[in-house]
Structures are given as C-alpha cells and as structure tokens.
C-alpha cells in the first residue's frame, strides 16, 4: 500500500493507497468548529431574478447561523446559483447585489469557463468570472470544472489548473465531481489530489460525490500529510460525516436545511454535545436524500428545483420558479413530495427547539 507522496504516480489509484483505508471513527472530531459554506440558490419569479426574496433567504440562513454560533460563508454563483446559465452581467449583480448587503463579508464565488469549447482547452476561458469575483474582495473563488479541463490526462490537468491559478490573486478552492451531478465529470485520484494541494495558491478544495467515498480518502490523505489544503465535502447524501470529522462543508443542502445543520454542528461539539445529534443527523439526511434525488439518468441536477419548493414552504422565498433556461425542473407533484419530506425533520425540529423551520402560515 502506498503511505507516502513520493511514490504517487498519475496513474495511481486511490485504492492502491493507505488513504483509501482509514475509517470515518479514525479522523473524528468534536473541537473544531469549521465553517458552514452554503451553496446560495438564486430565486427566480416570472422568469427574472427575485431580488427581494434573495436578500430574505441570506438573511434567514445568517440568523441561522447565529442562533447555533456557526461561521456561514455565502457561496455565490455555484451550480445551485446557476452559474452555467448566467450572464457575465447576471453573475457580477449577483455579487453586487450580495456586497451591497454585506459590505466586509467575505464570500466564496463560483467560477467557471465561459464560451469554453468541450474538447480544446484555454485557461482564459476562467478570466472573465475571475475578473469580476476579484474585483469584489474579501472573496475567494471555486474553480469548477469544464469539460475540457476535465477531460485532460492527470499531468495536464494538473498543469491547467496551475495554469488558471496564474491569474489568481484571492485563496482559490478546487473542486471536484462525479457523474451524478455532471455525466463527463470525475473526480480527482490521489496523485492530482496532492499535487494541487500543495500549490501555495489552492487553500481548500470541494469533492461533490455521492456514490464514492472520495471526501474520506481526502480528509485522510491531508490529515495524514499535513497539507496545508482543507477539504470541503460537496456530499449531499453524507452530510454528518463532515460534521463530525469537524470539516468544513459546501453544499446546496445547507439552504434547504440550514438550522437543521447550524444546529448539528453546534450540538456535535463536546461543550454542547447533546445525543439527540444523532436523531437529527437521520432527519435532515432524510430531507436530503429526497431533495437529491436520481433522476432516471442517474442525474441530482434537479435539486435546484426541490430546494426552492422547500423555501417557499417555509416562507423564505415567494416562487419555486427556476432559472428558465434550466432544464433540471422535477417531474410530477414536488411540493406533495417535498412536503412529506420534511414532515420527519420538522418533527425533530420542534422537539429540539430548533428555530427558523416550519411551514409558512
């Protein structure tokens, strides 16, 4: 088994390597107190950007966050913004929009390659939303991935991501997926893994999976190492394991249940600790579970759709509405099924006295 970064090579898998075999029980933590970075949705009412209901939904995730005295960083302009649809202007009124409100808050921005052709690959595809993210700072940027990038052998992969970072001048993350959330993604193997995490410009990277354990195999790998890299799970449908590894997480799901995560972090901690935790980890990663649903394709995409079906339920936002050239709208009654859903986290929120989460009257 591979122990030391020396003896990667760009073809090495994780199963070829020690990380591969650490146990979730071995990286636990009740100490550490990471941030909570929330996938911000941008709501849309009668096709255009609902201004007002975006402010009331940041708003409502900040009270959240201190009622249970989490750090929140606001992640703007990522998939469950609908960066892949976005304008350039679109996407820089976002953060303007966002600055407005939070004149000294730092953010985290998605960013992505616009105009990008799928097979050839150009760094300068990533310019025009570093430009306008960086203009905005305190920030930093998410480097998503493009088609082209993503379809590069490791060692140049590795050289494209160096080479967007040239044109970095904020902490930058790098962020990894699998094919349930794009079909051509996949996700980093141990060799590219190291390699960008010890770039001085790459401070964290996001792994968006849900079928794989690849957020273990990195907190293991960084832990064991010592890199000076944090890793932000993307999981979805593994929500708790990041809370009680006391890593940070990045994921659409901490809108549509933001208490309910606020207040898992805050009772996992050992001067808060209360067992009920455990009852409330099944509940929201219940809520979850429906909410990131397989299509028949196999796809999470519509997500989207079933997180602004939950805010309207709770009053936070006005329409259910998606960004009308997005095609991830679910099929048949999703109110009725996100209703159902959140009948079970509802219940454990009241009986925990978890604020901020019942349906709008």
Not at 112 to 127: I, K, L, W
Not at 267 to 286: G, I, N, T
Request: with cysteine; net charge negative; charged share 20%.
């Amino acid at each position: 088994m591979i122990t030391h970064p020396e003896q990667l090579k760009p073809t090495t898998t994780w199963s070829e390597t020690i990380w591969s075999k650490t146990r979730e029980e071995e990286l636990l933590d009740a100490s550490s107190s990471p941030r909570l970075c929330v996938a911000a949705l941008l709501p849309f009412r009668e096709g255009l950007p609902d201004w007002g209901s975006f402010e009331r939904m940041l708003e409502w995730m900040n009270r959240c966050a201190r009622a249970f005295g989490v750090e929140i960083t606001f992640v703007l302009n990522a998939d469950t913004g609908y960066v892949f649809n976005l304008s350039e202007q679109l996407y820089e009124e976002v953060i303007t929009r966002f600055r407005a409100l939070y004149p000294e808050a730092s953010f985290i921005s998605g960013v992505t390659a616009v105009g990008a052709d799928p097979e050839e690959f150009r760094a300068s595809c990533y310019h025009p939303h570093l430009d306008i993210a960086q203009a905005h700072a305190p920030c930093e940027v998410m480097i998503m991935t493009s088609q082209a990038l993503n379809g590069l052998d490791p060692e140049n992969r590795r050289d494209a991501y160096f080479e967007i970072a040239e044109r970095i001048q904020v902490p930058a993350l790098v962020h990894a997926l699998e094919p349930a959330f794009v079909p051509w993604a996949t996700p980093f193997e141990p060799w590219l893994l190291h390699q960008l995490a010890s770039h001085d410009q790459f401070v964290g990277g996001k792994i968006s999976t849900l079928d794989e354990p690849h957020f273990l195999h990195w907190a293991s790998m960084t832990q064991h190492l010592g890199l000076n890299f944090l890793p932000h799970s993307g999981d979805d449908f593994g929500i708790a394991s990041a809370i009680r590894m006391g890593l940070p997480l990045l994921i659409g799901a901490g809108v549509s249940a933001c208490p309910l995560i606020c207040a898992a972090k805050k009772y996992w901690r050992k001067e808060d600790f209360d067992s009920r935790v455990y009852k409330l980890f099944e509940a929201f990663q219940s809520l979850e579970d429906s909410v990131f649903r397989l299509d028949e394709k196999g796809s999470a995409a519509g997500y989207k759709h079933s997180t602004a079906q939950i805010l309207t339920m709770l009053g936070v936002i006005d329409s259910a509405e998606i960004h009308p050239d997005c095609p991830d709208l679910r099929t048949g009654d999703e109110p009725a099924r996100m209703r159902e859903a959140l009948l079970r986290p509802m219940r454990i929120a009241e009986r925990m006295e978890i604020p901020f989460y019942s349906f709008a009257s």
